[in-house]
Every structure is written in structure tokens, then in C-alpha cells.
């Protein structure tokens, strides 16, 4: 799965001291939803995979939801084989809430969200697939 180059305007440094304020304090699967199509047969699926993450500040937490999205579609019809969908939520303890935005936060989402959460959601998709009476399904190791 290549993943877009993206440039951002926030200056390093400053990234990293904000960074060094906040700290993780929990990771929880917050709902999920898994539809499968059991009469279908199909000889190879095509995987479609969207996250989103939204963050809120309240106090001094980092609040995100978030959401993954993977469907699994029939190469031979087209047809939704199955669908899993996930939301998690990460709570961080924050030291100066007021310099998380949304300028921070797609670079902090970019590099670090997407590195940490891949890991829970490729656990949860081969868990449920293994469930339900098809091949568990391995989705591949996340590259930056």
C-alpha cells in the first residue's frame, strides 16, 4: 500500500516540543461493526481500506477517535464480501493544551498515529476474519 508524500509547514523543532509535552495515556476499542456476506464464494477479494482520525482537547486530554474502514470485495462480481468496521480511541495526557491544532495534529496523525494504530487493527482484522469461516487474513506491516 504506497502512502502520498506529504509536506507540512510546522518547523521541527517546534513539533518536538510539543511532542515532549504529551503522553499516552490509554488505547481502547471504542466500537465495531463487521458485516459478511456468508453466501458468497469468491476466488480473490480486493481489500479497501479508509482511516480517518478526529481529535478534541478537553483539559488536558488529547481525545482521537479512530476509525478504520476495510471492505473486502469480490473480484468476481464486485460484490462486497465482507466489511469491518473499527473505532478507536486514544486518550493523551496533554501539558500545554493550548498548542495541540490542526496543524500539529495532521503531522502527529501522519507520523505517529498511523504507525501506532496499524499494529491494533491488522490484530483485530486477522481475529475477526479468523472467526468468520474464511482464511484469517493478515493485512501487510506499515511502511514510512
Request: charged share 30%; hydrophobic share 40%.
Amino acid at each position: 500500500m504506497p502512502r502520498k508524500k506529504v509536506k507540512f509547514s510546522l518547523a521541527p523543532d517546534i513539533y518536538r516540543k510539543i511532542l515532549s509535552g504529551i503522553s499516552l495515556d490509554r488505547i481502547y476499542l471504542f466500537s465495531l461493526k463487521v458485516d459478511f456476506n456468508d453466501s458468497l464464494k469468491p476466488d480473490g477479494i480486493e481489500l479497501k481500506i479508509k482511516e480517518k482520525p478526529i481529535y478534541v482537547i478537553e483539559e488536558n486530554n488529547l481525545i482521537i477517535t479512530y476509525e478504520y474502514e476495510l471492505q473486502g470485495i469480490s473480484t468476481n462480481d464486485n460484490i462486497r464480501f465482507f466489511k469491518i468496521k473499527s473505532i478507536f480511541k486514544i486518550i493523551y495526557y496533554v501539558e500545554n493544551p493550548d498548542e495541540i491544532d490542526d496543524e500539529f495534529f495532521d503531522i502527529f496523525s501522519h507520523f505517529t498515529l498511523e504507525m501506532l494504530m496499524w499494529p491494533y487493527f491488522r490484530e483485530l482484522v486477522q481475529n475477526i476474519t479468523s472467526r468468520m469461516s474464511i482464511p484469517p487474513l493478515t493485512l501487510p506491516m506499515r511502511r514510512k
